[in-house]
């Protein structure tokens, strides 16, 4: 079946740091794929999403490129800050889920001053 | 008041009690669905309703009873529940269809004594 794995967290940074948050999935067909952050005390966010092979996704400084031939969809930013402090989740919606999502097991990210 | 908004943002119960979570959206979605995030688990999706029928039940305990009366209201009825059924339990919303993202609520902390 479909499924997300995403790299072990905690990740602890400095501030102004590169990100990259590894994700890779195992999917049929042409899968959907999503960026989703939860802060601390809230539901989960979209971040970004890309919806077919070679295409970037990017919001608030954070790009993840859908690369069909390797299976990924890496998280990136170039400097990170403190309020990027929260746990990412990557995602994917398959072709014949009708929009359910499958979740990786989140990625703790720790930015320090 | 916007989005998906999930009542009460806490509960602690009981083995014995009975009690429900309540989540209302108004983004005009047709697909609501409640997902289990416990510590250093992924996220478990439980029951998906699209169209106010539901469409999947993913094995989940029958203690655990969902109710969907329209498109903008989605309810967990708890009843008998185990300590390990200690979680935060999200409720999303979306458009049928695989692009489309899910939107969240900020959850409900349920502790069971």
């Known amino acids: 079946g479909n499924s997300v794995t995403q790299m072990e967290g905690p990740v602890t940074l400095s501030e102004e740091a590169f990100l990259t948050i590894n994700c890779t999935y195992t999917?049929?067909?042409?899968?959907?794929l999503f960026w989703y952050v939860q802060y601390p005390g809230e539901g989960l966010q979209l971040l970004l999403k890309a919806t077919k092979a070679d295409d970037k996704g990017s919001n608030k400084g954070f790009e993840a490129t859908y690369r069909k031939e390797t299976t990924s969809f890496h998280l990136e930013k170039g400097s990170v800050q403190v309020s990027d402090s929260a746990v990412y989740f990557c995602a994917l919606s398959g072709d014949n889920q009708g929009g359910k999502l499958i979740f990786g097991q989140g990625t703790e990210l720790s930015v320090k001053p | 008041e916007t989005g998906v908004t999930q009542t009460p943002r806490h509960l602690v119960m009981g083995m014995t009690n009975k009690k429900s979570l309540k989540c209302e959206q108004h983004?005009?979605?047709?697909?609501m669905y409640w997902y289990k995030q416990s510590a250093k688990k992924p996220l478990e999706l439980m029951f998906v309703y699209s169209l106010e029928e539901r469409v999947e039940n993913n094995s989940v305990p029958s203690r655990f009873s969902p109710e969907c009366p329209n498109s903008s209201h989605l309810f967990l009825h708890l009843h008998t529940l185990q300590p390990e059924d200690s979680a935060l339990y999200l409720c999303?919303?979306?458009?049928?269809?695989?692009?489309?993202?899910?939107?969240f609520g900020n959850g409900t902390r349920l502790t069971v004594t």
């Open positions: 999303a919303s979306s458009q049928v269809g695989r692009n489309s993202p899910l939107h």
């Open positions: 983004l005009g979605h047709n697909a």
């Open positions: 999917a049929t067909g042409y899968p959907s």
